[in-house]
C-alpha cells in the first residue's frame, strides 16, 4: 500500500504569495496532521483534521488554514508568504486521530 | 506547558560503539513517549514508542524506557551501524485531551564512523 504522500515536493515562492500543498493519506486512515519543521529544528504541530473537521490547531497566525476533502486528502493553505515561512511542511495520517501517525516525506518550500 | 528536551548534537561515534541519546520531558498528564527518526531528505520514521511507565520501547537494536520518576526516555542502542546516520526525535503525546497533537523535541544528529 502507497504511504502518505505529499505534493510538491519542492517549491520556490516569493514573498507576498500564496501556497497550497497538498496531502494524501494512507488509505483507510481519516485523520491527518500538518507540521512546520524550520531548518535545524523539530517539527511544530500547526493543524489536525479528523473527518473533515479540524480537530487541533497550533500555535500559527490565521494566515494558515487548511481543509479535509470526504476523500480524506487534505490541503494547507498559507496567504502572505514571509521569509520565514521556508521550512519543510510535513503532513502526516492515522487511523482515528490517535497513534501512531504515519508521516510523509514532506514539502520543502522557499521563500525568497 | 508542555515541552521535550534532548540531547544537542551533533553526536559522532565509530561503529559498533554504544549510543545514548538523552530525552527528559515535562507535560501535565500521562503522556505516550516517541522517538522518531529521520533520514537525510525523508520524512519522519516513527522508530518506537511507550504508552505507560516503565515500559520498555524497541525497534531495530534500539531500546528506551518510559521513566516518570525521572521524566525521561533516554534512547539506547549496544552497537551502532553506518546506515544509523539520521536525525532523531524525542515526542511526546497527551492524548486524548489533544487528538493527535506530538510535541517533538529539536533532534539529536547522529553519524557514525565506518
Known amino acids: 500500500d502507497a504511504g502518505v504522500t505529499q505534493s510538491p515536493t519542492h517549491l520556490i515562492k516569493t514573498r507576498g504569495q500564496h501556497v497550497t500543498l497538498r496531502c494524501s493519506p494512507i488509505?483507510?486512515?481519516?485523520?491527518v496532521s500538518w507540521y512546520q519543521q524550520v531548518l535545524g529544528q523539530g517539527p511544530q504541530f500547526i493543524f489536525q483534521?479528523?473527518?473533515?473537521?479540524?480537530?487541533g490547531r497550533g500555535n500559527f497566525p490565521d494566515r494558515f488554514s487548511a481543509r479535509q476533502f470526504p476523500n480524506y486528502s487534505s490541503e494547507l493553505n498559507v496567504n502572505a508568504l514571509l521569509l520565514g515561512d521556508s521550512a519543510l511542511y510535513l503532513c502526516?495520517?492515522?487511523?482515528?486521530?490517535?497513534?501512531?501517525?504515519?508521516f510523509g516525506d514532506g514539502t520543502r518550500l522557499s521563500i525568497l | 506547558g508542555d515541552s521535550v528536551t534532548q540531547m544537542e548534537g551533533p553526536v559522532t561515534l565509530s561503529e559498533e560503539a554504544f549510543l545514548t541519546i538523552n530525552c527528559t520531558y515535562t507535560?501535565?498528564?500521562?503522556?505516550?513517549l516517541f522517538w522518531y527518526v529521520q533520514y537525510p531528505g525523508e520524512g519522519l520514521q516513527l522508530l518506537l514508542k511507550?504508552?505507560?511507565?516503565?515500559d520498555k520501547g524497541s525497534n531495530k537494536g534500539f531500546e528506551a524506557t518510559y521513566r516518570k520518576e525521572t521524566t525521561s526516555f533516554h534512547l539506547e542502542k549496544g552497537s551502532v551501524q553506518v546506515s544509523d546516520s539520521a536525525v532523531y526525535f524525542c515526542?511526546?503525546?497527551?492524548?486524548?485531551?489533544?487528538?493527535?497533537?506530538?510535541?517533538f523535541g529539536s533532534g539529536t544528529r547522529l553519524s557514525i564512523r565506518p
Open positions: 502526516a495520517s492515522s487511523l482515528a486521530g490517535s497513534q501512531p501517525q504515519h
Open positions: 488509505s483507510g486512515h481519516k485523520s
Open positions: 483534521y479528523y473527518e473533515k473537521e479540524e480537530r
Open positions: 507535560a501535565t498528564g500521562y503522556p505516550s
Open positions: 511507550a504508552t505507560k511507565a516503565d
Open positions: 515526542a511526546l503525546s497527551l492524548l486524548p485531551s489533544s487528538a493527535s497533537k506530538i510535541i
